[in-house]
Protein backbone atom coordinates (compact mmCIF):
# COMPACT_ATOMS: atom_id res chain seq x y z
CA UNK A 1 0.00 0.00 0.00
CA UNK A 2 2.89 2.30 0.61
CA UNK A 3 4.34 1.36 -2.46
CA UNK A 4 1.52 2.38 -4.38
CA UNK A 5 0.91 5.39 -2.56
CA UNK A 6 4.43 6.67 -3.46
CA UNK A 7 3.99 5.77 -7.22
CA UNK A 8 0.29 7.53 -7.09
CA UNK A 9 2.64 10.62 -5.84
CA UNK A 10 5.18 10.03 -8.72
CA UNK A 11 2.76 9.40 -11.60
CA UNK A 12 0.43 12.44 -10.00
CA UNK A 13 -2.26 10.61 -10.38
CA UNK A 14 -4.71 10.15 -7.72
CA UNK A 15 -5.81 6.35 -9.12
CA UNK A 16 -4.50 3.02 -11.28
CA UNK A 17 -6.33 1.33 -13.06
CA UNK A 18 -5.21 -1.81 -13.37
CA UNK A 19 -3.03 -3.02 -9.98
CA UNK A 20 -1.31 -6.84 -11.09
CA UNK A 21 0.06 -8.94 -8.76
CA UNK A 22 2.62 -11.48 -10.18
CA UNK A 23 4.27 -14.52 -10.74
CA UNK A 24 2.40 -16.96 -7.67
CA UNK A 25 2.78 -19.43 -10.24
CA UNK A 26 4.41 -22.91 -10.78
CA UNK A 27 6.73 -21.73 -13.86
CA UNK A 28 8.27 -18.87 -10.96
CA UNK A 29 8.36 -20.97 -8.54
CA UNK A 30 9.57 -24.51 -9.22
CA UNK A 31 6.77 -26.79 -7.89
CA UNK A 32 3.02 -26.60 -7.05
CA UNK A 33 3.46 -26.43 -3.39
CA UNK A 34 5.47 -24.04 -3.76
CA UNK A 35 2.96 -21.96 -5.86
CA UNK A 36 0.21 -22.84 -3.47
CA UNK A 37 2.47 -21.57 -0.76
CA UNK A 38 2.88 -18.13 -2.79
CA UNK A 39 -1.00 -17.99 -3.74
CA UNK A 40 -2.03 -18.69 0.00
CA UNK A 41 0.41 -15.86 1.30
CA UNK A 42 -1.39 -13.15 -1.29
CA UNK A 43 -4.45 -14.55 -0.66
CA UNK A 44 -3.97 -13.78 2.66
CA UNK A 45 -2.54 -10.41 2.37
CA UNK A 46 -1.90 -8.35 -0.55
CA UNK A 47 -4.97 -9.45 -2.24
CA UNK A 48 -6.88 -7.92 1.06
CA UNK A 49 -4.98 -4.60 0.68
CA UNK A 50 -5.76 -4.76 -3.29
CA UNK A 51 -9.69 -5.43 -2.67
CA UNK A 52 -9.51 -2.57 0.32
CA UNK A 53 -7.61 0.05 -2.57
CA UNK A 54 -10.29 -1.00 -5.13
CA UNK A 55 -13.14 0.02 -2.86
CA UNK A 56 -11.48 3.12 -1.98
CA UNK A 57 -11.29 3.47 -5.35
CA UNK A 58 -7.15 4.00 -5.34
CA UNK A 59 -7.30 1.26 -7.86
CA UNK A 60 -10.51 0.94 -10.65
CA UNK A 61 -9.53 -2.57 -11.06
CA UNK A 62 -7.33 -5.38 -9.75
CA UNK A 63 -5.55 -8.49 -11.31
CA UNK A 64 -2.91 -11.14 -11.53
CA UNK A 65 -0.33 -11.59 -14.04
CA UNK A 66 0.42 -15.47 -14.26
CA UNK A 67 2.47 -17.88 -16.83
CA UNK A 68 -0.53 -20.87 -16.08
CA UNK A 69 -4.17 -20.63 -16.83
CA UNK A 70 -4.99 -23.13 -14.00
CA UNK A 71 -3.32 -20.64 -11.59
CA UNK A 72 -5.41 -17.78 -12.84
CA UNK A 73 -8.41 -19.99 -12.53
CA UNK A 74 -7.72 -21.24 -9.28
CA UNK A 75 -7.71 -17.24 -8.25
CA UNK A 76 -10.57 -16.43 -10.33
CA UNK A 77 -12.53 -18.86 -8.20
CA UNK A 78 -11.46 -17.66 -4.82
CA UNK A 79 -11.03 -13.96 -5.26
CA UNK A 80 -13.20 -11.40 -6.62
CA UNK A 81 -10.57 -10.54 -9.66
CA UNK A 82 -11.32 -8.06 -12.63
CA UNK A 83 -9.24 -8.99 -15.04
CA UNK A 84 -5.70 -11.52 -15.29
CA UNK A 85 -2.91 -10.73 -18.07
CA UNK A 86 -2.02 -14.29 -18.80
CA UNK A 87 1.36 -14.73 -20.55
CA UNK A 88 1.99 -17.62 -23.31
CA UNK A 89 -0.78 -19.92 -22.83
CA UNK A 90 -3.55 -18.77 -25.21
CA UNK A 91 -1.82 -18.89 -28.52
CA UNK A 92 -1.63 -20.02 -31.85
CA UNK A 93 0.01 -22.88 -30.30
CA UNK A 94 -1.83 -23.70 -26.88
CA UNK A 95 -5.09 -23.45 -26.13
CA UNK A 96 -5.73 -25.21 -23.05
CA UNK A 97 -7.22 -22.21 -21.33
CA UNK A 98 -10.21 -23.20 -23.00
CA UNK A 99 -10.97 -25.84 -21.32
CA UNK A 100 -12.63 -24.33 -18.51
CA UNK A 101 -10.73 -20.84 -17.60
CA UNK A 102 -11.49 -18.72 -20.70
CA UNK A 103 -15.11 -20.51 -20.32
CA UNK A 104 -15.40 -19.39 -16.53
CA UNK A 105 -14.21 -15.78 -17.39
CA UNK A 106 -16.89 -14.83 -19.91
CA UNK A 107 -19.34 -16.18 -17.01
CA UNK A 108 -18.07 -14.17 -14.72
CA UNK A 109 -17.31 -10.98 -16.82
CA UNK A 110 -13.55 -11.26 -16.18
CA UNK A 111 -11.32 -9.93 -18.63
CA UNK A 112 -8.14 -11.49 -19.74
CA UNK A 113 -5.10 -9.97 -21.51
CA UNK A 114 -2.90 -11.81 -23.49
CA UNK A 115 0.83 -11.35 -22.48
CA UNK A 116 3.30 -13.22 -24.90
CA UNK A 117 0.79 -13.99 -28.09
CA UNK A 118 4.59 -15.30 -29.42
CA UNK A 119 5.41 -17.89 -27.08
CA UNK A 120 8.31 -16.26 -25.78
CA UNK A 121 9.41 -15.46 -29.63
CA UNK A 122 8.77 -18.60 -31.68
CA UNK A 123 5.67 -17.30 -33.56
CA UNK A 124 7.24 -14.51 -34.35
CA UNK A 125 10.82 -15.73 -35.71
CA UNK A 126 9.67 -19.15 -37.21
CA UNK A 127 10.81 -22.76 -36.22
CA UNK A 128 14.65 -21.88 -37.08
CA UNK A 129 17.28 -22.66 -34.82
CA UNK A 130 17.54 -20.75 -31.69
CA UNK A 131 14.09 -20.42 -31.81
CA UNK A 132 12.65 -19.75 -28.50
CA UNK A 133 9.45 -21.16 -26.93
CA UNK A 134 8.69 -20.38 -22.83
CA UNK A 135 11.43 -18.29 -22.59
CA UNK A 136 13.75 -21.26 -23.40
CA UNK A 137 15.31 -22.92 -26.83
CA UNK A 138 12.21 -24.76 -28.88
CA UNK A 139 11.82 -28.31 -28.32
CA UNK A 140 12.14 -30.40 -31.53
CA UNK A 141 8.18 -31.19 -31.15
CA UNK A 142 7.01 -27.20 -30.84
CA UNK A 143 9.65 -26.83 -33.49
CA UNK A 144 7.68 -29.31 -35.77
CA UNK A 145 4.13 -28.27 -34.51
CA UNK A 146 4.85 -24.37 -35.94
CA UNK A 147 6.80 -25.59 -39.27
CA UNK A 148 3.01 -27.22 -39.92
CA UNK A 149 1.11 -23.92 -38.69
CA UNK A 150 3.80 -21.79 -40.99
CA UNK A 151 2.94 -23.93 -43.95
CA UNK A 152 -0.41 -23.21 -43.85
CA UNK A 153 -0.01 -19.51 -43.18
CA UNK A 154 1.92 -18.82 -45.95
CA UNK A 155 -0.38 -21.16 -48.33
CA UNK A 156 -3.21 -18.69 -47.40
CA UNK A 157 -0.52 -15.24 -47.95
CA UNK A 158 -0.07 -14.36 -44.34
CA UNK A 159 2.75 -14.29 -42.09
CA UNK A 160 2.97 -16.34 -38.87
CA UNK A 161 3.04 -13.56 -36.90
CA UNK A 162 0.45 -11.94 -38.22
CA UNK A 163 -2.16 -14.85 -37.59
CA UNK A 164 -0.02 -15.85 -34.13
CA UNK A 165 -1.17 -11.55 -33.35
CA UNK A 166 -4.88 -11.34 -34.19
CA UNK A 167 -5.66 -15.09 -32.87
CA UNK A 168 -6.53 -14.12 -29.20
CA UNK A 169 -8.63 -11.20 -29.85
CA UNK A 170 -11.51 -13.48 -30.99
CA UNK A 171 -12.04 -15.22 -27.62
CA UNK A 172 -14.88 -13.14 -25.91
CA UNK A 173 -13.32 -12.70 -22.56
CA UNK A 174 -9.44 -11.34 -24.28
CA UNK A 175 -9.57 -7.57 -23.67
CA UNK A 176 -6.09 -7.23 -25.82
CA UNK A 177 -2.90 -8.46 -26.68
CA UNK A 178 1.29 -7.30 -25.41
CA UNK A 179 3.11 -8.65 -27.75
CA UNK A 180 6.02 -6.23 -26.87
CA UNK A 181 8.69 -4.56 -28.91
CA UNK A 182 11.94 -3.38 -27.93
CA UNK A 183 12.34 -0.19 -30.54
CA UNK A 184 9.57 1.99 -31.97
CA UNK A 185 9.69 0.00 -34.80
CA UNK A 186 8.66 -3.08 -33.90
CA UNK A 187 5.59 -1.49 -31.71
CA UNK A 188 4.29 0.24 -35.36
CA UNK A 189 5.37 -3.38 -36.93
CA UNK A 190 2.90 -4.86 -34.59
CA UNK A 191 0.24 -1.94 -35.23
CA UNK A 192 0.27 -3.13 -38.88
CA UNK A 193 -0.39 -6.43 -38.63
CA UNK A 194 -3.32 -5.91 -36.70
CA UNK A 195 -4.81 -4.23 -39.86
CA UNK A 196 -3.88 -7.39 -42.01
CA UNK A 197 -7.09 -9.34 -43.14
CA UNK A 198 -6.63 -12.92 -42.50
CA UNK A 199 -8.83 -15.08 -44.70
CA UNK A 200 -11.28 -17.55 -42.93
CA UNK A 201 -10.15 -20.52 -45.02
CA UNK A 202 -6.69 -20.48 -43.23
CA UNK A 203 -8.35 -20.85 -39.41
CA UNK A 204 -10.77 -23.70 -41.12
CA UNK A 205 -7.29 -25.47 -42.52
CA UNK A 206 -5.82 -25.01 -38.84
CA UNK A 207 -8.44 -26.71 -37.58
CA UNK A 208 -8.80 -29.34 -40.02
CA UNK A 209 -5.53 -30.25 -39.85
CA UNK A 210 -5.52 -30.46 -35.73
CA UNK A 211 -3.43 -27.66 -35.18
CA UNK A 212 -6.16 -25.44 -33.78
CA UNK A 213 -8.54 -26.32 -31.46
CA UNK A 214 -12.25 -26.88 -33.02
CA UNK A 215 -13.59 -24.39 -30.17
CA UNK A 216 -11.25 -21.57 -30.44
CA UNK A 217 -13.32 -18.56 -31.59
CA UNK A 218 -11.41 -16.98 -34.81
CA UNK A 219 -11.52 -13.86 -36.35
CA UNK A 220 -14.24 -12.81 -39.04
Known amino acids: MRSLEFSLERL ?3 HIDIV ?11 SKEASD ?3 REFMDGGYKALVKLRDEG ?8 INEWEVAEH ?4 GDFDVFLLAGRYTLLEQEALTSFLPYCVEK ?5 IGGPFNSGILATGPKPGA ?3 YALAPKDILERVKRIETICKKHGVKLAEAALRFPLSHPAILSVIPGGQKPSEVLRNADMLSVKIPTALWRELKA ?5 ADAPTPR
Do not use: M, Q, S
Request: glycine share 12%.
Open 132 to 134: FYN
Open 109 to 113: KIGVV
Open 37 to 39: ARI
Open 75 to 78: LARN
Open 58 to 65: AIKAIGAG
Open 12 to 14: GLD
Open 209 to 213: EHLLR
Open 20 to 30: YAHDVDVFTHG
